[in-house]
């Protein structure tokens, strides 16, 4: 026999027959799990970029809502334009957030734009913009 011997009723393989034939799959599965592995790393990657990208987005527009509010109060308190737009930028810096704009209007109203970097490198930053001030008086329909 060329790839084994009988001895006692056992065939006894070869050692190039034990090569040839007994390690045929050996190290597949080390190349499937690397390959799962990179899959999830892949994935995973994804999602921690969505997930900073929407809070970057919910504390930009936290940063903007509580940035027009304080500006709105100094409007409202008789305060010049100037000083509410510093105030909503103090605000908005308070909340790691960098003031983009800030227009105050003459209805006692204060308008804010503010960013906050995503903390993924490559996307950017989130932007959100709030109004706050009086409601606009409509005509009471009776």
Known sequence: MTR???HGGAIRLSRLARCRYGRQDHGSATVVVLGVLGVILIVASGV???VG??????????????????GAS?????????????????????????????RAGPDLSVEVVVSVEVGVPGLGAAAARARAGPAPEEPIRG
Request: aromatic residues 2%.
């Open 4 to 6: 084994g011997e009988v």
């Open 48 to 50: 921690f970029a969505l």
């Open 74 to 102: 100094l409007m409202a308190r008789g305060e010049g334009q100037g000083s509410a737009c510093a105030r909503a930028s103090a605000v908005a810096h308070r909340n790691d957030a960098a003031p983009v704009s800030c």
């Open 53 to 70: 990208a929407v809070v970057a987005s919910h504390r930009a527009h936290a940063a903007a809502d509580l940035s027009a509010l304080a």
